[in-house]
């Protein structure tokens, strides 16, 4: 069995330890290294080529944002989970636009970490519920005040379903095999989504499919 | 320090001083100017009145020597005529009666000599007069043979006496016009000295009051100078120590935030992960032995949170991990969960890589502002603006809240924000009223960042 090789960057060793045992109980998980800050986070994924970094954001020298940018640059095969004590989607989107699909808050750490591994993985989005709900908290609030339309009813069934599989990291060309569908109407699809919800990127579109609960 | 009495002290007597000084030289100047004028009235009136005295007397000896000279003659015509006349003696008794009264009414204000020549005269027409009588007497015929001669003989040595008296007479009368003349002269140099004297010593404590007057001018300067100076100094440091406690409370809170987010929080993290495991490892355990570690890790879940929201209330970790520009989006976001005020932030321009002072205080700036609005005014909406441009970054914190007038509530917060920006040579203006709502911005000029 091939296992799934994890390298850990966080500046505290007590966390660090903690994120070891709980990786340490998933037979198929395995630890290849361990970094305490950003540079270092760096230089072992370019050596270690590891299938996820699980990242702290906060990290003295190159914070883990920067970091993670780096890295995916460097090995684009491989995933990052960022780690955070931060809920707030400054943070969320930032990781999302640095590459990361998985946000994982530090408090739930211990019984999420294995999950966002495995979806990371597999190239998937995720996101520690308290995350999801404070950004969804945040857009119903903003929605409430503001008196604003849920821009969601513009879209057409076929567009939410793309919106979906983008959310989750599927590409065009996946989506477009899975839906039988050429790859440039699946783009032009997508860019119609963006312009729909008034969204920059796919990191935004991620984002928001959070928000609405679309994806988790 | 000086206290203002200190000062007052001395200065105020010595305006008195001079005050009273300034009075006495006008005092002196006049009453010097008066008795000047008043001397030389006097003067003038004593020279006209010796003047006076001089003339009369001068006439009535020139009237006095006329007359017996005419009497003289009066007598010997008629002695002499061959057919005296009547009208002769007529004259000669008329002559007679001025001489006397000219020598009774001889000013009697006259010194002794010339009384003694008065009385000499006198005595020399006594004897002159009898000799004519004597020769009144005589018949005719004798007077006509004898008179003239005798008169040559014995009347014109008395004469001539009477004339040396009168000269002598004169010689007086023009000696002591000579002297009042004298006297009146040097009466004019007494004045003149005085004068002169008054003079010196106006001039002179004049002079002492004008030095006397700079100095006091001059004190007067170097103390406002070194008061000024003070004053001057005092607000430097004042300004410096505020400068200095901000600075203080920042390094003070972050290093307080590290150590709560390093230390107690990263502890504390690592006992949730724990407490996570061991109750995972509980799962076959009692149910009461589970309860217990669930209600321990959610103590300790508690105590994360709050250790964190501290942290994150003294030293924002935004503004170290991702940025000016997402640090204020965050608070604005915090503020619209915590509060009923919906705050829209927008950036523009913002340089990424800003010195962590100007990221502290526009931070700050907006925090405090925000915290004001929702807090404090009620403020349904608020927006945060911050731009950069032209080598200045102008942040804008506007409010639709119940505003307040800026000139009289100033709070600490307000003062703080005034401190933080005038570090960095920025401008700060509140703009609000009553009811208005309120806007604060600041400029922050960017030059003296490099």
């Known amino acids: 069995m091939r296992r799934l090789r994890v390298l850990l960057a966080d500046d505290h060793n007590l966390i660090r330890a903690g994120l070891r045992l709980v990786i340490s109980q998933e037979p198929d998980f395995q630890v290849v290294g361990e970094a305490n800050n950003g540079r270092q986070a760096v230089e072992m994924a370019r050596e270690l080529k590891p299938d996820v970094v699980v990242m702290d954001i906060g990290m003295p020298d190159l914070n883990g944002i920067e970091a993670c940018r780096q890295v995916l640059d460097d090995v684009p095969d491989t995933h990052v989970v960022m780690l955070s004590m931060h809920s707030d989607e400054g943070y969320v989107l930032r990781a999302l636009k640095a590459g990361a699909r998985a946000y994982l808050l530090k408090d739930s750490a211990e019984a999420d970490l294995a999950l966002a591994i495995r979806a990371a993985a597999g190239g998937k989005s995720f996101f520690s519920p308290a995350v999801a709900k404070l950004l969804l908290d945040d857009y119903i609030r903003k929605l409430e005040r503001t008196g604003a339309e849920d821009s969601y009813e513009l879209l057409t069934p076929r567009e939410r379903e793309i919106l979906q599989l983008v959310a989750e990291g599927k590409s065009s060309k996946d989506i477009a095999n899975m839906l039988s569908l050429s790859v440039y109407t699946v783009e032009t699809h997508r860019a119609n989504i963006l312009q729909k919800l008034n969204l920059k990127s796919v990191a935004e579109l991620i984002l928001y499919a959070v928000r609405k609960g679309i994806i988790s | ?450």
């Open chain 2, 1 to 450: 320090m000086s206290s203002p009495g200190q000062f007052g002290g001395p200065s105020q007597t010595l305006r008195w001083v001079l005050g009273v000084a300034f009075l006495g030289l006008v005092i002196l100047m006049v009453v010097a100017g008066a008795s000047a004028l008043a001397n030389l009235n006097r003067m003038h009136a004593q020279e006209r009145a010796a003047r006076r005295i001089f003339e009369e007397r001068t006439q009535a000896i020139t009237g006095l020597c006329f007359s017996i000279q005419t009497y003289n003659q009066t007598a010997e015509h008629y002695l002499a005529s061959p057919e005296p006349s009547h009208a002769d003696v007529e004259e000669m008794e008329q002559l007679q009666g001025e001489i006397d009264s000219s020598l009774r009414d001889f000013p009697s204000d006259s010194v002794a000599d010339e009384l003694a020549s008065v009385r000499s005269i006198e005595t020399l027409f006594v004897q002159q007069k009898a000799l004519f009588d004597e020769m009144l007497a005589w018949p005719m015929e004798t007077r006509r043979v004898r008179a003239v001669e005798t008169i040559h003989r014995e009347v014109d040595p008395i004469y001539n006496d009477i004339l040396v008296w009168s000269k002598r007479l004169r010689t007086a009368n023009d000696r002591s016009m000579r002297a009042a003349d004298q006297a009146t002269l040097e009466q004019f140099s007494q004045i003149q000295t005085n004068l002169t004297w008054s003079l010196v010593l106006a001039l002179g404590s004049g002079l002492i009051l004008v030095l006397a007057s700079m100095l006091y001018i001059l004190r007067l300067e170097r103390q406002i100078q070194v008061r000024y100076a003070e004053l001057a100094r005092s607000r430097g440091e004042l300004e410096m120590l505020s400068a200095r406690l901000v600075e203080a409370q920042e390094t003070e809170r972050r290093n307080i935030s590290r150590e709560l987010h390093d230390e107690v929080g990263q502890t504390l993290g690592a006992l949730l992960v724990d407490f996570g495991r061991l109750s995972a490892a509980l799962s076959s355990a009692p149910a009461e032995l589970r309860e217990q570690v669930d209600h321990m890790k959610s103590v300790a879940e508690r105590s994360v949170h709050s250790v964190r929201n501290l942290a994150l209330l003294l030293r924002p970790s935004m503004l170290d991990d991702l940025g000016l520009v997402a640090a204020l989006e965050w608070q604005g976001r915090e503020t619209s969960r915590n509060s009923g005020t919906e705050v829209e932030v927008r950036a523009e321009g913002v340089p990424e890589n800003l010195p962590d002072e100007y990221n502290v205080t526009i931070y700050r700036l907006v925090q405090e502002a925000l915290n004001n609005a929702a807090r404090h005014s009620g403020a349904r909406n608020a927006r945060v603006n911050v731009t950069g441009s032209g080598g200045r970054i102008v942040v804008e914190v506007s409010d639709d809240g119940r505003g307040f007038d800026p000139r009289r509530s100033r709070g600490v917060g307000i003062l703080g924000m005034e401190e933080r920006v005038r570090r960095l040579h920025g401008r700060l203006t509140i703009d609000s009223q009553p009811g208005r709502g309120a806007t604060v911005r600041a400029e922050l000029p960017l030059e003296a960042a490099h």
